[in-house]
């Protein structure tokens, strides 16, 4: 009698409440990897060295990042370098229209300015220049005319005073007030005569020099000074 090869491998199932034997379990893999506990996705991904997740590698910057940040690294420095030089320069400004602040305004003073400290200014005079400077105890009023011998006596009557109290060859300004506008009483070949008043309370004080090389026009220079200490009890 012949079989066939179905019939000489009988295929037995373990037997009836026998007990099935451990599982076939891939060497390459996790023990717990393709178990019933594994779950639909094979298993907790592997661990690093040391029991933590695997190291991620770093990321590699993009270029276009490269090309916004490098420019920036250079163009914001040197735009601080670019603005500091133009506040210097702006300062330098600022201290050359403070000098050519020092120098006379060539008109006449206001009447108010006049008033104040003063300074009572013929008519018809020429070449009139002043400056006033401002600081917390006095003001002072540099002024400067031209005018002709009757204007002289004008203006020294409008002071109270006349051409009598001038000295010849006093120079009332001083050369710190002079340098102030530059002015130069110092040129050879000049006649000068001065006197300087002095008013109780805060009224002003006058240092008046006047050059009569050519005494039908008269240069009067005149710096007149008002002191609020006066006022409180100074002389």
């Not at 006379?104 to 070449?127: A, C, G, K, N």
Request: proline fraction near 10%.
């Amino acid at each position: 009698m012949t079989t066939t090869p179905e019939q000489a491998v009988p295929q037995h199932g373990p037997a009836d409440g026998a007990p099935e034997g451990p599982a076939r379990t891939d060497p390459d893999l996790p023990p717990d990897a393709g178990g019933s506990g594994g779950g639909a996705g094979g298993g907790a991904p592997r661990a690093g060295h040391g029991g933590g997740p695997a190291p991620v590698p770093p990321r590699e910057i993009p270029r276009w990042m490269r090309w916004v940040v490098v420019p920036l690294l250079v163009l914001v420095p040197l735009g601080y370098v670019l603005i500091s030089a133009a506040q210097s320069r702006g300062a330098g400004a600022d201290a050359q229209k403070a000098a050519a602040a020092r120098h006379l305004t060539w008109v006449v003073p206001s009447e108010l300015q006049r008033r104040i400290y003063q300074v009572p200014i013929p008519d018809r005079t020429v070449h009139d220049g002043f400056l006033e400077t401002n600081s917390w105890d006095t003001s002072t009023l540099y002024c400067q005319f031209t005018t002709t011998s009757g204007g002289l006596d004008t203006f020294l009557a409008g002071l109270g005073t006349s051409r009598a109290a001038l000295k010849e060859g006093k120079l009332a300004i001083s050369d710190q007030q002079a340098a102030q506008v530059d002015w130069n009483f110092h040129v050879p070949g000049h006649y000068w005569s001065g006197m300087s008043t002095h008013q109780v309370g805060d009224k002003p004080d006058h240092d008046i020099t006047v050059d009569l090389t050519h005494p039908d026009t008269p240069v009067v220079y005149v710096v007149s000074t008002v002191n609020f200490q006066h006022g409180f009890g100074g002389g």
